[in-house]
């Protein structure tokens, strides 16, 4: 089991991160990624960037712990997730992960569970930077109701 | 002396992202830091939020955890990347 986690304020490019992902898997038939990327329109106005307040250690550790619940949840072969701090371009991209598995099922929920940890729980602070002026954001009603399918399924 | 962290929203009502305080005496448990921060940058309720968590030395506590060698004390409001 290969797992990567990076967490940076240096540009993610998500093709060489994929690239290089599957040139090291021997065993997967399923490859899934994902790639979040800053939107250019806000609630009000033009959206600028984002600016990803972080809080090491606590960060990495959360990020890690939450890798180790979806090794133990899916039969995965690898696993990464790179996130951004600092700066962030509108068009840039924010956040990266990507699973892979024997079969398609196991990547696709892993990578599900991983975004919605990373939504909802993850310690990061999100500022969006507009032309209007500067805002926090923090998830929405939508985004803990996600995170929560998985405790749901958990108790199943 | 302690370091004190305000994370997202709360630093635009601090003016500052951090600082280094001695606190009084009379802060001995976490609960008393929300009063404390509260009345100091009359912060019209951000830091009595329950929402708003505090951290100390690193780990994430409830308000009746004690203050004993707390050197670094974070304020979080609600987390988000992504």
Known sequence: MSVHVNISDQPISAPELLKDFESKLSSSGGVVSFSGVVRPDGKDSRVLGLFLQSYSPMTENGVEAAVEQARSRWPLEALTVHHRTGEIRTGETIVFVATASRHRRAAFEAADFLMDYLKTEAVFWKKEITEAGDVWIEPREQDYQDNQRWQQSETN | ?82
């Open chain 2, 1 to 82: 002396m302690a370091d004190i962290l305000y994370f997202g929203r709360l630093s635009d009502v601090t003016g500052k992202p951090f600082e280094s305080v001695d606190l009084p005496s009379d802060i001995s448990h976490a609960r008393n830091l929300r009063s404390w921060a509260e009345a100091r940058f009359q912060a019209e309720g951000m830091f009595l939020e329950p929402t708003v968590r505090i951290a100390i030395n690193g780990e994430i506590v409830d308000d009746a955890h004690p203050l004993a060698n707390a050197n670094e004390i974070a304020f979080m409001p609600p987390v988000g990347g992504g």
